[in-house]
């Protein structure tokens, strides 16, 4: 990543060593920082990042279509099986944090990675294509209402399930270990700390929260083509097709990445350091920006203490290995790891909801009229593309969160970005909640219109998605900026993973979730998740299980948010040399101010 390196206070050692390492770009030439990056080198990364949203998005969000017509397996266990390979995408983001933190740089990872991915989608598209991969052909609905004929429709297994699961997973790898760098590549453009040129870099503070705007605006403009142009493509001629498409936008996504780094921004983006072998000379070289110091966990601060001449117990005259003694920043960057795993686990059930739009509500709109202008039309609107409704809103609004809304709470709070990033956060956890009251008072409406012989119309199913979106435009922006923000220089990849992590573990708490449920319910002879048949299953009562939780869960994480404020302080670390003038000493405070919410 990015090492921003500055002269220091004369006599300073540490300072000294921290100017080893400069920024450089993907030749190993220096960056200078009035030139070089920003968001003229941050836009070409949110190329790559429409493109491998749109083709991971429109195999995730109708998957379990696939699953269920094609390879036969039950609903509640294609339910789990879209569940699992989309929280393993999103667990596996951890692995790609670390290894461009530690070995290979974000670009690197990103290209290495995206190839993997690719191949994913190749090998899918090949299976859908060719019925000897696939199980015989077979109408899941109709032998699910003849549900005592014997036999029933094969489920896939053997090779057939081994290419589909190994293609699943090299998508799953592919794009775990490239998300994460998507965003801290563009972020590491951004200079967070004061300018050690003499410039005055307060503006990036806006520009990186602006930046993160865009990211997300990028991912909806991914997301609205997948669900609409790339879903009616799957509907209309095939999964194979659809799954071919997917490979070509992720190849095109590669492309562009390859050239634009190459070629047209070689002069511009300064993604990796010249060296991973002085990681730890990038952890002290903070660039004289303040560090988060946590009030709590004072026990760690021993792990920075040197030992006393002759009891080090090294048998080299009491010299300690540089392994067993910390710096500051590092203890405090531990700490700080500590104090955001609460606000990490506070968004977990708010990814579990997104789970249940992805399967349960693509079902849901299945057993509903899918037609598009009533009875007389022959245009049947695709479940999936439903999920396409609030990203549609979405482009609309992300600009105008950016142009009206952070002007207008700027005035009023004195914050830079307008609100923080917890209060960012916070306003998500708890509209969330009402997207799962909409889908349970509409499920109950369908079940009703059901047992009556009609068909309620497929948009009825639109609010839940519309406000799932608004909440996940606060929510998923504010807990990567606000990630992003606690990492020192060296670790913002990982730091960003953690996002894509509470993705993970939303996804598999679902799967938890389902499997509980229908262990718990199945007292009577089935569970409220049990059948195949939505007509038959409760699963407005689960809708009012999520929003329970949903609500329970934004409580506790009032509590944990405001914890988390009264945990941080914001220091100068000692031994790290300071840049700039009072100017940007004055900016820095503005952070202090958004790290602590205001309170």
């Not at 540490?14 to 920024?23: I, L, W, Y």
């Not at 977990?348 to 202008?373: C, K």
Request: glycine content about 12%; aromatic content about 10%; overall charge neutral.
């Amino acid at each position: 990543m990015d090492v921003e390196s500055r002269q220091g206070p004369k006599g300073d050692t540490m300072a000294a060593a921290a100017t080893s390492e400069v920024s450089v770009d993907w030749r190993g030439r220096p960056c200078r920082s009035r030139k070089h990056g920003g968001m003229k080198a941050a836009v070409f990364v949110l190329g790559i990042q429409a493109f491998e949203m749109m083709a991971i998005a429109a195999v995730g969000n109708n998957l379990i279509t696939y699953v269920f017509n094609e390879m036969h397996y039950p609903l509640s266990k294609s339910a789990n099986i879209v569940t699992n390979f989309i929280g393993t995408v999103f667990l596996l983001s951890l692995l790609g944090g670390f290894l461009s933190d530690s070995y290979l740089g974000s670009f690197w990872t990103m290209l290495i990675f995206g190839f993997v991915e690719l191949s994913g989608f190749i090998l899918l598209a090949v299976q859908a294509h060719l019925p000897q991969l696939r199980p015989p052909a077979c109408d899941m609905m109709a032998a699910a209402a003849a549900a005592e004929a014997a036999g029933g429709c094969e489920e896939a297994g053997g090779v057939k399930a081994g290419i589909f699961f190994a293609a699943l997973y090299l998508v799953a790898l592919g794009s775990g270990c490239l998300k994460p760098n998507i965003i801290a590549h563009g972020a590491d453009q951004f200079r967070r700390g004061g300018g050690g040129d003499g410039g005055d870099d307060g503006g990036d503070g806006k520009r990186l929260s602006s930046y993160f705007n865009a990211a997300y605006f990028s991912f909806c403009v991914g997301e609205l083509v997948a669900l609409t142009v790339l879903v009616w493509v799957q509907t209309r001629s095939g999964m194979d097709v659809g799954f071919g498409v997917s490979a070509a936008a992720m190849a095109v996504g590669l492309v562009s990445l390859v050239f634009v780094a190459a070629v047209t921004k070689r002069k511009q983006v300064c993604p990796s350091s010249s060296s991973t072998a002085t990681s730890r000379t990038m952890i002290l070289a903070t660039g004289g920006a303040p560090v988060h110091r946590i009030n709590k966990f004072s026990f760690l601060d021993k792990a920075c203490v040197k030992v006393q001449d002759g009891r080090g117990g090294s048998g080299d005259g009491g010299k300690e290995s540089v392994w067993r003694l910390c710096t500051p920043a590092e203890v405090e960057q531990v700490k700080v790891l500590l104090c955001v795993v609460p606000i990490f686990a506070c968004t977990i059930v708010f990814n579990t909801i997104l789970a249940q739009l992805q399967t349960f509500s693509v079902q849901q709109g299945s057993a509903m009229d899918t037609r598009l202008g009533g009875a007389t039309s022959s245009f049947h609107v695709p479940p999936a593309s439903l999920q396409a409704i609030p990203y549609l809103v979405l482009i609309a609004l992300v600009p105008a969160y950016e142009a009206c809304f952070v002007p207008a709470m700027r005035r009023a709070t004195g914050v830079d970005t307008g609100i923080t990033p917890l209060q960012r956060i916070g306003v998500g956890l708890f509209a969330v909640t009402f997207s799962m009251v909409a889908a349970a008072l509409v499920e109950a409406r369908r079940r009703h219109a059901a047992d009556e012989g009609r068909l309620l119309s497929i948009f009825w199913i639109a609010p839940q998605f519309l406000v799932f979106g608004i909440s996940e435009m606060f929510t998923a922006v504010g807990l990567i900026e606000f990630f992003y923000k606690q990492s020192l220089s060296g670790m913002q990849a990982f730091l960003t993973s953690m996002t894509y992590c509470s993705y993970s573990f939303g996804f598999y708490l679902s799967s938890v979730l389902v499997s509980l449920v229908n262990k718990i319910t199945s007292g009577n002879g089935g569970g409220w998740l049990s059948d195949n048949d939505l007509n038959k299953d409760r699963l407005d009562l689960f809708y009012w299980l999520l929003s329970t939780l949903s609500l329970l869960n934004f409580f506790n994480y009032l509590f944990w948010s405001r914890w988390y404020s009264k945990s941080v302080e914001t220091v100068q670390v000692a031994g790290v040399g300071g840049g700039g003038g009072g100017g940007n000493e004055q900016q820095e405070e503005k952070g202090v101010a958004e790290i602590n919410m205001g309170h």
